[in-house]
């Protein structure tokens, strides 16, 4: 490793409809269960969705435990409850100027733009002030950053919260990732026609678009110069542009690509258990990562997407998403893609909607978004072989 | 290294501290800088403010840097920090939901409303396949921007980033001072 410190996963936790642990999460995930329903006539949106959304109750009293109280935002919430449950698994002391928090997201407190929101001052649509808050809470000195790249936050925080260690500056970064689902996100993507009336089929033939998910993640990073053969490892991250159109895939998977072979980079393929794709189950999406993958010398590496148990979470997918792989890795398991059935893109692909048996100790998360942005990250558990 | 920096407000700009003259304000001054600096790139009549912003000011960046133009490569990051994220785009799109009466959602509003697509636009424009971010800060703060530029050059492949503050909260209030950084 030359003497590059490695950067080590310190503790996580996922707020879901599925649970308020990751461990919670992780045990829904593997029984295949999911929260995903249809909803008709919510938030006054005239055509139905189907959505995994937060029991806001629950949230309410869980945050209220904690002094959470009705001076945060429902988004507000999410993330220093997130966080918080993080933070006491550790004996970080969030007080100090050594810990830096970085929040993903991409809309944030958007809701307060509606006219008939009343209840907060404005600025909070703000996402730096939304952060401050959590800053607050903790007492946290320093200024936080919010990455907003909007689907592929969640990994380009966590890129740059290694950044953030490798260069010194600080000895640990509390990585949050969130989004809470409104009329404006759902009737945005509902105007894309990227929405699917059903759950989600990732992959598949017959899949028709996407569903959204309420969810907060959060990961703590520390560097350390030692690791051991439990420690997970964030080893390698890019993000590449596909220079093509603003609001669909590259045809030819161009910046997955180049992200992809960035973060293999000399690791060999067969170490690496399963690629955890976007998959949001649009059609030019999951075609683009199949071509992606093809292209970095990827295709027989096993592949899944778990967007069919939480729908996209947007801002939390990137982390929630990661610490789902490292779970399933500690569990020797390659986790189902849930929705998926047959195959549906053009370059083939190692898919199953089963759980599978893995003794490797490496994956790959892989995400795209608008604004022709892809981000991958290799993470390997123990340190690279 | 800072090779070049040009700054923009709804009524002043100029390119590595030398004034630019120009007779319109607001999000006007930003046509007619298209218009006397690019003029052969259309896709800039459907951008909204702030992607308009960052794509004249990029053009009158490069144009300064004098290299050549459109070659695809991957050294190059594109890095914008603000404070309002997409919050012109944000209320535009709003306003086409709020009224259930009179409910339109438009997919080319609502494609505006991330931060990121300007980086995006720079990034089709010029044939970058590098890194493209955004960040979004409480406030203004030289000093963290400065240091997360720093960090970008921990990417293995890029040389060089253009980046630094974009910032627009409507047609007649935004703030752009960008830079070409060098990897020294």
Known sequence: MGGKPMIVRV???????????????????????????RHDGLWQ??????????????????????????????????????????LEQTDIDP??????????TTKGNVFLLDKNETGFPRERVLLGYAAKQMTDYFHNPNTPIVVSNACISGVCAQIQAMRELESGRFDYVVTVGADVQSAFIVSGFQSFKALSVDCCKPFDANRTGLNLGDAAATLIYTRKDEVNENDWVACRGAIRNDANHISGPSRTGEGSYRALKVALGDTN???????????????????????????????????????GYYGHTMGAAGILESILSMQAIDDHNILATRGYE??????????????????????????SGFGGCNAALLFAKGGEA | MTKHEVYITPN???????????????????TELYRA?????????KMDTLSKLGFVASELLLHSEGAERFVPRE?????????????????????????????????????????????????????????????????????????????????????????GWLDCTDENHFEANIFLILKS
């Open chain 1, 11 to 37: 503790s996580d936790n996922i707020i879901s409809p599925l649970g308020m642990t990751t461990a919670e999460n992780y045990v829904a995930v593997k029984a295949g269960r999911s929260e995903l329903k």
């Open chain 1, 342 to 367: 047959t195959i549906g893109v053009m370059h083939p692909l190692v898919l199953s909607n089963q759980n599978q048996p893995t003794e490797k100790r490496a994956f790959i998360k892989l995400l």
């Open chain 1, 269 to 307: 393929p067969d170490k690496i258990a399963f690629i955890n794709a976007h998959g949001t189950a649009t059609l030019y999406n999951d075609e683009m990562e199949s071509f992606a993958i093809e292209r970095a010398g990827l295709s027989c590496v096993p592949v899944n997407g778990l967007k």
């Open chain 1, 95 to 104: 007080t100090s100027d050594s810990v830096l928090f970085i929040l993903s």
């Open chain 2, 75 to 163: 050294d190059r990051a594109v890095v914008f920090f603000n404070r309002s994220a997409s919050l012109q785009a944000d209320t535009a799109y709003q306003a086409t939901i709020q009224d259930p009466e009179n409910f339109f959602p438009s997919p080319a509003a609502f494609v505006y409303t991330l931060p990121n697509i300007v980086t995006g636009e720079i990034a089709i424009r010029n044939k970058y396949f590098g890194e493209t971010s955004f960040i979004v800060l409480p406030e203004n703060n030289p000093q963290i921007m400065a240091r997360e530029l720093q960090n970008v050059f921990l990417d293995p492949m890029t040389t060089s980033v253009l980046g």
């Open chain 1, 45 to 86: 949106l005239p055509e139905p969705f189907t959505a995994s959304l937060m029991n806001r109750e629950a949230v309410n009293e869980k945050a209220a435990q904690l002094q959470i109280d009705d001076r945060y935002t429902f988004f507000e919430k999410m993330i220093i409850l997130s966080a918080a449950k993080a």
């Open chain 2, 37 to 45: 600096y690019v003029g052969d790139y259309p896709k800039f009549f």
């Open chain 2, 12 to 30: 002043e700009v100029s390119i590595d501290g030398k004034v630019l003259i120009h007779n319109k304000n607001g999000a006007a001054m930003l």
